[in-house]
């Protein structure tokens, strides 16, 4: 029942949960940090990155994120709704 958040940044993506002493890492392995690919591009909402976001207890979010991921031949856009909802164009 804690707000969690995605960071995105130039080199990978991570999680965390918020509690009394700040953003903290998820501990579980499920949500360890991961480096890209080497050659991936991340771009979120044309917005300078690294970012973070985040989400309520609930699941939601404050607003729609598209984050779009490059890399040589292949791309990706993964459009997260307000809702919390993901979905993904290859």
Known sequence: ARPTAVWISPSGYGFEERRADGWQPLTDDR???HDWPEGTQAVVDDRTIPVRI???PMGTTVSPVEISLRAAE???IVHL???GELKIDE
């Open 31 to 33: 949500f360890a940090a």
């Open 54 to 56: 985040v989400f309520d």
């Open 81 to 83: 709704a307000a809702s």
């Open 74 to 76: 292949a791309a990706s």
